[in-house]
Structures are given as structure tokens and as C-alpha cells.
């Protein structure tokens, strides 16, 4: 009796039960699908073939490949950094780990208009380096370079923040035994400590990939808003908006939409996968 006590006194009434999911649901219901859901409709409003002529123009061609050519970059050099710096932040000690730790977050913390912003004093044309891009004749702001590296400022800590913690919790007694049978650094990264992270590093490279394809601050500081050349989705939207395009608007921010629900049933499908990799773990031991 006394052994389930704990959990009795836990349980909360049944109408204050329906009364926190109902709320959750009106909410989510609220801010999330019904929006999402009146973009669908304002896109298919004038029909599919309406629909289509927007997707196809040459100016939301490039705007989709220029997207997903940036989140083609970006994501496998976050997901490299992602893991090693977790690697090092949680594995080993050493001067300034607390404050490298931190400014992990930076990204979060800073609007990306202001690091848009920064990206401009650091390679404008009165900017620290511009002499040197000027010597060289490199095109940072304004081109395409410059949203890969706005858009890796702004996605560098999602995988590095799902790492950090799953390696702390993990610990590295699998390491040391491995080391302890004569492995070397890269075996044992390879044979024990990525498969143990691997998906938690899916999970940070949805959530990447995800944030790489909508982000529009800081993109929009660096690109100059060139038509064909450095207009990623999100800005295509926002010339469409403004030029009270609204059907051919809505037409491309559904398709942003669908990468999203894209992105979405992946990260339930990881998490399946990863609660049933789970139960067979705990079943063989």
C-alpha cells in the first residue's frame, strides 16, 4: 500500500485533466494549425494551376534552390562542428570550457537582425575586412557566401545543444572501457561514441536543416534582396507580400509550410525509431 502511495497522491482530478489538454489543444489549434491552414487555403484559393505558375516562376526557382543549396552547406558543417565541439565541451577539461559553453548559446540570445548586422562590420565595405576582400576581389555581403554565413551563425547550436546534454547523461564508461582494450581516439569515436549519439545528432540536424530553410533576419540584412541571385524563400515571400502578390505569396510560403510538415514527420519517425531502439536496448539486458 505504502509503495503506492506516492503515485495516488500524484494523480490529479479527471476534470482538471481535460481542462490542461483541452487548453493545450485550443491553443495549439489557435497559433499553430489554423494559420498554417488558412495559408493552405489563400494558396489553393484560384486553384492548382494558380498554385503552380507561382512555384514555377524563374525568381521562386532560384529562391528554392538558393534555400536548399544554403541548408545543403550548412547542415553537414553544424553537424561536424555540432559534434566535436560536444565532444570537447562535455569530455574534457580545460581553461575558458565554462565560457566556450556559453557563448554556444550566443545565437539564441542575439536577434538575427543583429547578427546580420554584424556580418556587415565585419565584411562591408567599410568593414574589417574589407580590405582584404577587396585585394582578392571576394564577395561576402550581397552574394551568397554571406547568407551561408548568416544562416550557420544563426543554426551552429542545435545540434551542439542536443549533444551536450545526451553525452552528459550517457557518461563515457564506454569510452574508457574501449580505450582500455586498445582502441584508438577515432575507433572509439566511431564504434562506440557515435552510435550512442546518433539520435540525438538526427534530431539536431532536423532541427538545423529546419531553422536554416525559414530563417529570414539575418539573411535578410547580408542579401541585398537581389531577384534571382540572393533571395532565399523567406524573402521571396516577404517581395511577393509587398507587392500585394498575395496569391503567388501564399502559394510559396505553403511550400516553406510543406518542408516544415516535411520536417516534422521526420522528427516523429526519430523519435519512434528512438523510443523503439530504446526497448530493444533494455530488452537484451
Known amino acids: 500500500m505504502t509503495d503506492h502511495a506516492p503515485d495516488a497522491a500524484l494523480q490529479t482530478p479527471a476534470w482538471l485533466r481535460r481542462a490542461l ?12 494549425v489554423l494559420p498554417l491552414l488558412m495559408v493552405l487555403i489563400s494558396a489553393f484559393g484560384k486553384g492548382f494551376a494558380t498554385w503552380w505558375a507561382a512555384l514555377t516562376t524563374p525568381d521562386a526557382i532560384s529562391a528554392l534552390n538558393l534555400t536548399l543549396l544554403t541548408a545543403a552547406i550548412v547542415i553537414p558543417v553544424n553537424a561536424i562542428f ?30 538575427p537582425v543583429v547578427a546580420g548586422l554584424c556580418l556587415v562590420l565585419l565584411f562591408g565595405s567599410q568593414g574589417w575586412f574589407a580590405d582584404l576582400l577587396r585585394a582578392y576581389d571576394v564577395k561576402i555581403l550581397f552574394a551568397r557566401p554571406g547568407i ?11 545540434v551542439v545543444r542536443e549533444l551536450v546534454p545526451l553525452m552528459q547523461q550517457q557518461g563515457s564508461e564506454e ?34 536543416g529546419a531553422r536554416a530553410m525559414g530563417e529570414f533576419g539575418a539573411v535578410s540584412v547580408v542579401s541585398g534582396h537581389i531577384r534571382g541571385l540572393t533571395n532565399t524563400l523567406p524573402l521571396h515571400i516577404e517581395i511577393l507580400y509587398n507587392e500585394f502578390d498575395s496569391t503567388a505569396a501564399f502559394a510559396v510560403s505553403s511550400l ?15 523519435e519512434a525509431a528512438h523510443a523503439d531502439g530504446l526497448a530493444q536496448s533494455h530488452r537484451r539486458h
Open 82 to 111: 555540432g559534434v566535436f565541439a560536444a565532444w570537447a565541451l562535455v569530455r574534457f577539461e580545460f581553461p575558458g570550457r565554462r565560457a566556450l559553453l556559453a557563448l554556444v548559446d550566443l545565437p539564441f540570445a542575439v536577434s
Open 175 to 208: 569510452e574508457v572501457v574501449a580505450r582500455s582494450l586498445g582502441a584508438n581516439a577515432w575507433t572509439m569515436f566511431f564504434r562506440v561514441t557515435l552510435p550512442n549519439i546518433k539520435w540525438g545528432l538526427l534530431y539536431g540536424v532536423l532541427l538545423c
Open 256 to 270: 516553406l509550410a510543406g518542408l516544415a510538415l516535411v520536417t516534422l514527420v521526420l522528427k516523429f519517425w526519430l
Open 148 to 158: 551561408v554565413l548568416a544562416t550557420l551563425f544563426i543554426t551552429f547550436p542545435f
Open 21 to 32: 489538454i483541452g487548453g493545450a489543444v485550443a491553443v495549439m489549434g489557435l497559433l499553430v
